[in-house]
């Protein structure tokens, strides 16, 4: 059977190691072992394990006392706690401390290696939910440089209109180029209408209607009509929050059908005849479901 979690198991007695081991070796999981709390301690950060079981009656450091040491740790595993047959007080007190779980001695098997199955499966999800955190936070630093960049192409281009500066051409090119450029998907809309005026390339990947087909549009055709009451509420406090901008999740619905889910970060900008807003569509669809699963 292919390894797929490390757990670390902690207790005094050699019997109850070696039982725990065995059974979580055929259950599929790859096993280091130790006797007390130091040790676990320093084996935890080149072991690396997904899930620890520990002991709560060990001479030394407790299973508690280890238990508050391991939750100072940063992207510290969950553990589970052994506790004797009946002792059911240690065990609440020990979910109160933080542990994820608990087993009594003697134990079975099969309810041994579901409880470490389940809490390996919530530290993957914890790790891949902080990788897409960190993720995300990176695209609103680079969301954020685009919006200023769109602001000022917007700002310089109604400058050398007024001016009737020759460069027009070359600073639209220029805008043409970053605007198709996003990693980000990007709408410009008539504020007052709702009618999409451009869309970049990025648009109609992730959501599959070519810019004809956008400009043609209204940006309410883009989201399925039972999310409409959502978009009132998000148009209304974009309204709102006027030139000052406004930044929320909404379910699009894509040309095949799909449901997406995108943060949409919106400006609006006063142009010479009209008012406009920028945008900046990232899709989070995956990042918001890894977050509903660990809610669950």
Known sequence: MTVEYRVLVLDDEEAARESMKQALRAGGYDVAACSSGPEA?????????????????????????????????PEAPPAIMVTSHGSLDLAVESLRKGAFDYITN?????????SVQRAAERHRLERENRRY???????????????????????????????????????????????????DAIFTIDADKGVILDANVQASRLLGFSHEEFTNMNMADLHPPEEAERVREFNAALEAAGSGGFTGDLVFRAKEGQRIILNVSCS?????????????????TRTREMEAELSR
């Open 41 to 73: 301690l320093q084996l935890e950060r080149s072991f690396r394990p997904d899930v620890i079981v520990s002991d709560i009656n060990m001479p030394g450091m407790n299973g508690w006392g280890f238990l508050k040491e391991l939750g100072n740790r």
């Open 133 to 183: 955190q960190r993720e995300l936070e990176e695209k609103n630093r680079r969301l954020e440089a685009a919006e200023e960049i769109l602001r000022g192409h917007a700002v310089d281009l109604e400058k050398r209109v007024a001016g009737g500066a020759l460069a027009l051409v070359e600073t639209e090119l220029r805008y043409r180029e970053v605007f198709n450029g996003a990693n």
């Open 268 to 284: 609006t900008i006063e142009m010479a005849d009209r008012r406009v807003v920028n945008r900046i569509c990232r899709d989070v």
């Open 106 to 114: 003697p134990f079975d098997p099969d309810q041994f290696c579901k």
